[in-house]
Nanobody, 121 residues
């Protein structure tokens, strides 16, 4: 069974920084795209950033220039460095990965349990 475990959330003041990590574990043959999504209270889940295995990156307009996504393929881990945080960034952040388990021919989406990020003075 494959799972994603996130860490690094917390409470930070506006203008502060946080770094999220998400590690995939289990019987993993390969991981394709990895990314971060977030969901604020009363809102739909939205894309924050994605990164392909080859390093192609996509950001939501609202985080461009402030957030940086990266990954370590050897560790099956994706990171999200968040700088210049704003109260509007407050949300539960979810990790997502397209994973091909051993014994399968297909990639399927896996979600982490989510980590809370609160930006408040």
């Amino acid at each position: 069974q494959v799972q994603l475990v996130e860490s690094g959330g917390g409470v930070v003041q506006p203008g502060g920084s946080l770094r999220l990590s998400c590690a995939a574990s289990g019987r993993i043959f390969s991981i394709n795209d990895m990314g971060w999504y977030r969901q604020a209270p009363g809102k739909q889940r939205e894309l924050v950033a994605t990164i392909t295995r080859g390093g192609t990156i996509n950001y939501a307009d609202s985080v461009k220039g402030r957030f940086t996504i990266s990954r370590d393929n050897a560790k099956n881990t994706v990171y999200l460095q968040m700088n210049s945080l704003k109260p509007d960034d407050t949300a539960v952040y979810y990790c997502n990965a397209k994973v091909r388990p051993y014994g399968s021919l297909w990639y399927g989406p896996i979600w982490g349990q989510g980590t809370q990020v609160t930006v408040s003075s």
